[in-house]
């Protein structure tokens, strides 16, 4: 398959609280990149995250998945499409990008973010999650977009990747589509419960039978982030991240 090349995931979440996320972000170590009356983005340890001013048409809360790429959107586009990808390229309110439209859901192709700022911790790394019936189709997409599989569940419920650029994406089998904005910490998980609680912030050390995560309180008030420690513990999951 012929997918983009160095691409870098980049979810916007939308958010009455921009200085919520802020404190979040920069606790752990993310680095504002760009800011922009209502549009934030920030460089984490791998991948980005983008905030953007909630509003009725999108409401607080939620998150609609993106990636920047480096080549030339236009290209770009074409190189998704010919891998089955429903991209189409559009106007948008900042701009030319690709609309991918998949189940209701909305996927954005973006030209890069300008800057070069670094990360001051680098264990933590985007997580944009994406949920459907058809994980199958979910896969394809993800890519066609220039994604690598990495962690495989045997069961098929749950495939993670990775992406040149740095970040990663994950498709999860559900019965109802959605997207959620989570995040990988490639280290010690505890240190992000220290990091939280040093700074006045909420956090809740959970160990699942996959691996422990941190949850940290949604500044929207919605269910909990997850800051998931990276997974070591394969049973029943497959590195593909070689193949």
């Known amino acids: 398959m012929t997918t983009l090349t160095g691409p870098t995931p980049r979810p916007i979440r939308f958010t009455a609280d921009i200085p919520g996320w802020q404190r979040i ?3 752990l170590g993310a680095t504002l990149l760009s800011e922009h009356p209502g549009w934030l983005v920030y460089q984490l340890g791998g991948g980005r995250v983008a905030l953007h001013a909630a509003s009725p048409e999108q409401p607080a809360g939620t998150t609609t998945l993106a990636v920047e790429t480096p080549v030339d959107l236009a290209d770009a586009v074409r190189t998704a499409s010919a891998q089955g990808v429903p991209v189409t390229l559009e106007d948008s309110d900042h701009g ?3 609309h991918v439209r998949v189940d209701g859901a909305l996927v954005w192709l973006d030209a890069p973010t300008p800057g070069d700022g670094k990360a001051t911790r ?4 985007t997580l944009q999650i994406w949920y459907g019936p058809d994980t199958g189709l979910l896969r394809d997409v993800l890519e066609g977009l220039g994604a690598r599989p990495r962690i495989v569940g045997d069961d098929g419920r749950w495939t993670d990747f990775s992406y040149d650029g740095g970040g990663l994406a994950a498709a999860h089998l559900a019965e109802t589509g959605g997207t959620e904005l989570a995040f990988e910490w490639g280290g010690d998980v505890e240190e992000v419960l ?10 809740l050390l959970i160990d ?11 500044p929207d008030g919605g269910p909990r982030i997850w800051i998931n420690e990276q997974q070591t513990d394969l049973y029943g999951y497959t590195d593909a991240s070689g193949a």
């Open 25 to 27: 972000l920069e606790t």
């Open 96 to 98: 030319p990008a690709g």
């Open 208 to 218: 699942e039978t996959y691996g422990r995560t941190v949850q940290v309180a949604d």
């Open 122 to 125: 680098p264990e933590l790394s």
């Open 194 to 203: 220290r990091l939280l609680t040093a700074a006045g912030i909420d956090g």
